[in-house]
C-alpha cells in the first residue's frame, strides 16, 4: 500500500514506521497519489498563534475572549479537553477550566499569519478558495508534474512549512471532492492527514451522522430527525423525488451527498459577495450582556476576514433565531464602506436594539455584504457621525501598536466585559 512520511516526507510501500527516519507519523492508502482535492484547516488557529508568540503559555490552557462578561472565540485542545467551546460565555468556560489563561484576541497577528499561509498555498496551486482566515480548499490537480511529486507530498511539504517557519500546525482532508475533503479534514486533529477515497466512499459514510454535511444546524437535523433521517444509510434509503418533495433544493443536494457526490468546483477568485461570522448557542438566551458580547466578537471577525482580503462592504446585516426557530433579519446601509469592527458593532448593535424583546435567542450573526475594494472604505467627513473616521484611525492605530507591543498594550474597554 502506498505511503509517506510526514515528518521526511520519503514515499514507500507501507511499513509501521518510515524506513528513512523512523518516524511513527506515516499516512497509508491505496489512494494516496491519486487524489487531488484538499482541506487544510489550522488547528486552533487564534490560539496557536498566542502560543506561538507567547512560550509560556505553550502547555496551558488558553481561551481566546474577552473578559468574565463576554465570550469565548476559540480556544486550545488542553482548554477543549475541558468541554471549552466556541461561543461559549466566558464564566461558564472558567468554571469548566478555571485554570485557563484568558487571551483578548488580536486579530491584527492572525490575519498576518493568515497571509503568510496563503503564500505557502499559492506556491502549490494557483486554485485556492479560502473560507476564513484559518482554512480553505486546494485543487492540486495536474501539479504533479510543476513540483516532480504528486498532491499529498506537496500538502505534507505545506504542513511542514507552516510549523518550521511560522511555528503553527494545521490538519489536512484529502479526496475526490469538496465535500469530503472538508469532512477529512475534521477526522485526525490536529496535525492529522486523513483520506476519503473513491472507492470507500459509500462504506464510509453510511453509518456516520447527517450532522456531517456542512450546513447542517440544529433547524435542519430536526427536520430530518422529524423525517426518521439521522445517518447516511438513512437518507440512502429514501427516493430522489421523495426528497425533494419533503426538503425542497436541499432534497437535491441530500440525494447527491449521500452517495457521495459534490460536483462545485473549487474557485480561487470568484467575488467575494458576503463576509459574515454567526454561532448557535449551546444554550438559549436572553442576557443582554452575552448578547452583545457575541456581537462585538463577531463584528471583531468579519473585519478581520475584510482587512486580510482588502474588501469593506457597504450594508450590515444582523441575524437572529429565536428558540422557536422564528429567523429575524435585519440590514442597513452605510454611507460609505466599512471594514472597521467598531463601526460594524456600533451599527450591528443599533440594529439589535431595533428588534427589542423577542428572545431568547439561539443564534445571532452578524456580515457585511455590497463587497468592495477596501479603497474608498471609512472615509472621514460623515456628516451623520462625525467621529467615525477619527475611530477607524483609532482603531487602526490599536492594531499597529498591538502588533508592535503585544495584545494588552491597548485594551478597548469594551473587551473588558
Known amino acids: 500500500m502506498p505511503a509517506l512520511c510526514r515528518d521526511c516526507l520519503s514515499t514507500f510501500d507501507s511499513e509501521q514506521r518510515c524506513p528513512q527516519c523512523r518516524s511513527p507519523r506515516v499516512t497509508r492508502h491505496p489512494e494516496l497519489f491519486d487524489l487531488s482535492i484538499a482541506h487544510m484547516d489550522c488547528d486552533a488557529f487564534y490560539a496557536s498563534v498566542e502560543k506561538r508568540d507567547n512560550p509560556g503559555l505553550a502547555d496551558k490552557p488558553v481561551i481566546i475572549g474577552g473578559g468574565r462578561r463576554g465570550v469565548v472565540s476559540t480556544a486550545c485542545y488542553v482548554a477543549r479537553i475541558k468541554g471549552v467551546r466556541s461561543a461559549m460565555p466566558m464564566f461558564q468556560a472558567l468554571k469548566l477550566c478555571p485554570e485557563a489563561v484568558v487571551v483578548r484576541p488580536r486579530f491584527d497577528a492572525y490575519v498576518e499569519a493568515s497571509r503568510a499561509i496563503r503564500a505557502m498555498m499559492d506556491a502549490l496551486t494557483p486554485v485556492v478558495e479560502p473560507l476564513s482566515l484559518d482554512e480553505a480548499f486546494m485543487d492540486l490537480t495536474g501539479t504533479a508534474r510543476l513540483h516532480g511529486a504528486p498532491p499529498a507530498v506537496m500538502l505534507a511539504r505545506l504542513i511542514k512549512r507552516m510549523k ?45 451522522s447527517v450532522r456531517l454535511i456542512w450546513g447542517i444546524g440544529p433547524a435542519a437535523q430536526t427536520s430530518l430527525n422529524n423525517a426518521g ?29 449521500a452517495r457521495g457526490e459534490d460536483g462545485r468546483r473549487i474557485t480561487a477568485h470568484s467575488p467575494v459577495k458576503t463576509l459574515s461570522n454567526e454561532t448557535t448557542f449551546h444554550e438559549d438566551t436572553s442576557n443582554v450582556d452575552i448578547l452583545d458580547g457575541h456581537i462585538w466578537r463577531m463584528a471583531e471577525k468579519v473585519s478581520a476576514r475584510a482587512k486580510a482580503k ?11 433565531k429565536t428558540h422557536d426557530f422564528k429567523g429575524i433579519t435585519k440590514r442597513i446601509s452605510l454611507h460609505h464602506p466599512t471594514q472597521i469592527a467598531d463601526t460594524i458593532y456600533r451599527t450591528a448593535r443599533g440594529l439589535f436594539d431595533q428588534v427589542g424583546d423577542k428572545g431568547p435567542y439561539r443564534l445571532l450573526g452578524v456580515g457585511l455584504s455590497e463587497i468592495t475594494a477596501d479603497t474608498d472604505a471609512d472615509r472621514e467627513g460623515d456628516l451623520l457621525d462625525p467621529d467615525a473616521g477619527k475611530r477607524a484611525q483609532a482603531e487602526k492605530a490599536a492594531d499597529a501598536i498591538r502588533e508592535k507591543f503585544g495584545s494588552d498594550a491597548i485594551i478597548k474597554g469594551r473587551a473588558l466585559r
Do not use: C, Q
Not at 167 to 189: C, M, P, Y
Open 164 to 208: 518550521t517557519e511560522l511555528g503553527l500546525t494545521g490538519s489536512i482532508g484529502l479526496s475526490h471532492n469538496k465535500f469530503l475533503a472538508k469532512v477529512a479534514s475534521d477526522l485526525d486533529k490536529p496535525r492529522g492527514f486523513s483520506i476519503i477515497g473513491k472507492a470507500e466512499t459509500t462504506a464510509f459514510l453510511r453509518p456516520k
Open 229 to 257: 433521517i439521522r445517518t447516511f444509510d438513512d437518507l440512502l434509503r429514501w427516493d430522489r423525488r421523495d426528497l425533494h418533495d419533503r426538503f425542497g433544493g436541499m432534497g437535491e443536494r441530500l440525494y447527491a451527498l
Open 310 to 320: 482588502n474588501k469593506a462592504g457597504r450594508v450590515v446585516t444582523l441575524k437572529l
